[in-house]
Structure formats: structure tokens, C-alpha cells
Nanobody, 123 residues
Framework: QVQLVESGGGLVQPGGSLGLSCGASGSIFSIENMGWYRQAPGKQRELVATNTNDGRSNYVDSVKGRFTISRDNAKNTVYLQMNSLKPEDTAVYYC?????????????????WGQGTQVTVSS
């Protein structure tokens, strides 16, 4: 079993900064991709940023230049630094991890999700 626990989030004024973190624990052999989705009220879940285990990162266009994803493989933790926040960044942010684990005599791969953390950008 794998658990992802998020921290960070909260209320910030437009133009402000906020950092999120997400740590994975449990029966983990390795983690391939990690990243962040977000879901605003009345909207579909949107992929915000991803990071592969070889260090490549991708971002949705709306956050390029403002958000930075990083990762500490030793701690199985992914971070999202959000700068120059805008009201349209308001959403619940969910982290995910593509985890490889050993079970039933073989390696398996599955996605796991954090519980979500609210980010509100408002004056």
C-alpha cells in the first residue's frame, strides 16, 4: 500500500507565492512520474506539472514561467513552487505518483493520489 500526503496550500493574494509538497510512503520499489493536477469548481481536472525520474519537467501553458516542479528522489517527495499567483489558479491541487512495487512475485506499476489541498488566490 502506498500513501501520498500533501502539505502547503492556503490563501494568498494575487501576485503572491505558495509552495506545495507531497511525500510518498509505503511499499515502494521506485517512482517513475510524479506531478500535480488541479481542479477548480465546475471545471475538469487539469494536469499542471509533471516530473520524470530522470529530471524532465513539463507544464501546462498557463503556468509556464510561474510554477516550478521539483523532486527529491531520496525522500520520494515532489514539490510545486507557485509564484505570481493569479485568481484563476484557485483550485484544489492533487499530487500523483506512478509507483513501481513488487508483489505476487513480480514488479507492478500503479498510480496513487494525494488527498488534495486547497489553493485560493484572492484579495
Amino acid at each position: 500500500q502506498v500513501q501520498l500526503v500533501e502539505s502547503g496550500g492556503g490563501l494568498v493574494q494575487p501576485g503572491g507565492s505558495l509552495g506545495l509538497s507531497c511525500g510518498a510512503s509505503g511499499s515502494i520499489f521506485s517512482i517513475e512520474n510524479m506531478g500535480w493536477y488541479r481542479q477548480a469548481p465546475g471545471k475538469q481536472r487539469e494536469l499542471v506539472a509533471t516530473n520524470t525520474n530522470d529530471g524532465r519537467s513539463n507544464y501546462v501553458d498557463s503556468v509556464k514561467g510561474r510554477f516550478t516542479i521539483s523532486r527529491d528522489n531520496a525522500k520520494n517527495t515532489v514539490y510545486l513552487q507557485m509564484n505570481s499567483l493569479k485568481p484563476e489558479d484557485t483550485a484544489v491541487y492533487y499530487c500523483y505518483a506512478q509507483v513501481v512495487y513488487f508483489a505476487d512475485g513480480k514488479y507492478n506499476r500503479n498510480y496513487y493520489w494525494g488527498q488534495g489541498t486547497q489553493v485560493t488566490v484572492s484579495s
